[in-house]
């Protein structure tokens, strides 16, 4: 039986480019601190990929620092730019949450509408009952529904303000086009893998001349930003994956993500796509199959040959209520049966096929139990 991987907001295959990259990086060794050849070679190298991301997302190399990933990078942004106050958007990932659940300080989260975004009435009432130096954090896109914020209405509220604003835009990079400084935001995180490039590294972009703090002592890497020696390996695949990645591969990936909802909706009209007339990644799509319990569902397609998530798949085996879909006021009947489909750039017709014929299998089987259970009883 054919495999078929649509779980690429999970993480998506490294490219063969990003592998060469990586392996030439560990044969070809060296620490970038180090003045002889080997290290200015290594050094070289991460600054091919600082500029590549520069250039990817229109920022400036040194705003840039590397970090071990989107969530190191969150972590750095809420806890280096030093603001008392907090607020975050009820969708965030788990790595703003977190951190969010331990704030010390004056902290508020914003609430989301239906569609999935912030409702930026309440975030202008959050900011306008205190005068504590604020920091917002919002994501770009949302890793369980594709959902799209409206940064530029949020960024003129937080001006209007006097707040910084920090987004996470791990799931939108490579799938729409992000620009750091078109956005004109505070900082903004990335993560190589969720577009082709490979896991554990990522960055935290700083527009520049705000102060950040380190969040670990020790050398001065980063520009005294992120003490520590470089994933020199990491970083060298994620610049060559930054530079392949071009948001107009996903065109193609959005007509096959409408066909597969489509297709969902005509074979089963009780079925629910979330958000679905918001804007939204090309790739993604969160589907509820009523009366079935999301883990039943990853489970069921999986032994049918078809990877997907229980909505966000970032803390594998965890299978907790979604507090996404919750936020959007979607009851808990509901939320327990919603899986995440995210396709990829290799994601093919056939591949859409298999999962329909699947998901369709399972649906059909669990209404002729329904049937037959309320047939005895
Ligand atoms: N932010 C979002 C929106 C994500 O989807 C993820 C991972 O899925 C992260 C942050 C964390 O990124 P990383 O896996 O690089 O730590």
Redesign the pocket.
């Known amino acids: 039986m054919k495999r078929v991987y649509l779980d690429h907001?999970?993480t998506t295959q490294p490219r063969p480019e990003v592998i060469a990259a990586v392996a030439d990086a560990l044969t070809h060794h060296g620490n970038p601190s180090s003045v002889h050849a080997d290290g200015r070679r290594a050094k070289h190298r991460v600054d091919a990929a600082r500029q590549a991301l520069a250039r990817a997302v229109n920022a400036k190399p040194q705003e840039i620092i590397f970090t071990s990933?989107?969530?190191?990078a969150?972590n750095l942004a809420l806890k280096g730019l030093g603001r008392r106050r907090l607020l975050w958007g009820a969708t965030e990932?788990d790595?703003v949450r977190a951190v969010a659940a331990a704030w010390d300080g004056p902290k508020a989260e914003i609430p989301v509408g239906p569609d999935g975004r912030i409702v930026l009435d309440d975030l202008a009432a959050l900011l306008a009952q205190s005068d504590e130096p604020t920091l917002i954090a919002v994501?770009l896109a949302?890793?369980e529904t594709g959902v799209v914020h409206p940064i530029s209405d949020i960024v003129t509220i937080a001006k209007d303000h006097g707040a910084l604003l920090h987004v996470?835009a791990?799931?939108a990079l490579g799938k729409i086009p992000v620009d750091f400084r078109a956005l004109d935001i505070d900082s903004m995180?990335v993560?190589a893998?969720?577009l082709g490039g490979p896991?554990g590294v990522?960055a935290l972009i700083v527009r520049e001349g705000k102060t950040i703090a380190s969040l670990v002592s020790g050398g001065g890497q980063e520009m005294r930003r992120r003490a520590g020696t470089e994933n020199l390996p990491g970083i060298a695949g994620f610049g060559v994956a930054v530079d392949l990645a071009t948001p107009t591969d996903f065109t193609a990936i959005a007509v096959l993500r409408d066909q597969l909802e489509a297709k969902i909706t005509e074979v089963a009209p009780d079925a629910v796509i979330v958000a679905r007339d918001a804007d939204r990644l090309p790739n993604t799509s969160a589907i509820v199959m009523p009366g079935v319990a999301s883990h039943t569902q990853v489970m069921a397609l999986d032994l049918a040959g078809v990877a997907i998530s229980a909505g966000?798949a970032?803390s594998s085996g965890k299978v907790a209520q979604s507090h996404v879909l919750t936020a959007m006021g979607i009851g808990d009947d509901l939320a327990g049966c919603a899986i995440r489909v995210s396709l990829g750039r290799q994601t093919t017709a056939d591949d859409v096929a298999q999962f329909v014929a699947a998901w369709f299998a399972l649906y059909q089987k669990t209404r002729d139990q329904k049937i037959g259970t309320r047939a005895v009883s």
């Open positions: 907001n999970a990933g989107g969530t190191e969150n990932h790595s994501m949302n890793n996470d791990v799931q995180s993560s893998h969720k896991p990522g966000s970032c």
